[in-house]
């Protein structure tokens, strides 16, 4: 089992292992975790029991609950996934992969949509319908915009939040 990346499967041979350097039956270590002994069968068989349960199953066995789960990091922006693309075509020179670059940046950033910023939940009023908290969200929307462009000269830039 490699120590650094756990599967969902490798938790029944982990909970085994464990059980075993305890020195511990299947009855002692369902009742030192905390869960029933029905389960913690199933488990040992492969099956994957209710988040709480993992988590307590994990933490018994002295695993990382992290080393079940792949973190991703951040996506890249579409437009640098695309350059670094025509960068590597071989059919491509340099100059001309920046230049088809730089034109996909620029027609991104005219036809790109922003993503709306602003949300209202109004929970109080009974007649503050869904419609009336849309309409209050286009319109605090359209007040940004408006904003933003006052403040830039322009609707190009644009405030990210």
């Given at each position: 089992?490699?120590?650094?990346?756990?599967?969902?499967?490798?938790?029944?041979?982990?909970?085994?292992?464990?059980?075993?350097?305890?020195?511990?039956?299947?009855?002692?270590?369902?009742?030192?975790?905390?869960?029933?002994?029905?389960?913690l069968a199933r488990v040992e068989k492969g099956?994957?029991?209710?988040?709480?349960?993992?988590?307590?199953l994990v933490e018994w066995c002295g695993a990382?609950?992290?080393?079940?789960?792949?973190?991703?990091?951040?996506?890249?922006?579409?437009?640098?996934?695309?350059?670094?693309?025509?960068?590597?075509?071989?059919?491509?020179?340099?100059?001309?992969?920046?230049?088809?670059?730089?034109?996909?940046?620029?027609?991104?950033?005219?036809?790109?949509?922003?993503?709306?910023?602003?949300?209202?939940?109004?929970?109080?009023?009974?007649?503050?319908?869904?419609?009336?908290?849309?309409?209050?969200?286009?319109?605090?929307?359209?007040?940004?915009?408006?904003?933003?462009?006052?403040?830039?000269?322009?609707?190009?830039?644009?405030?990210?939040?």
């Open positions: 089992m490699d120590k650094d990346r756990l599967e969902l499967s490798d938790l029944g041979r982990l909970v085994v292992d464990e059980r075993n350097r305890r020195g511990m039956s299947l009855r002692e270590a369902s009742s030192a975790i905390g869960i029933p002994f029905n389960t099956h994957v029991p209710d988040l709480p349960k993992f988590k307590r990382d609950i992290r080393q079940f789960f792949e973190v991703q990091e951040k996506a890249a922006a579409t437009t640098d996934v695309i350059a670094e693309h025509l960068r590597a075509d071989r059919n491509l020179p340099p100059a001309a992969a920046d230049q088809i670059a730089g034109i996909v940046s620029e027609l991104y950033q005219a036809l790109a949509r922003p993503k709306e910023i602003a949300a209202v939940h109004l929970r109080a009023a009974k007649t503050f319908r869904p419609d009336a908290a849309r309409a209050l969200a286009v319109l605090l929307n359209d007040l940004n915009e408006a904003l933003i462009e006052e403040l830039t000269d322009g609707p190009e830039e644009r405030l990210q939040v």
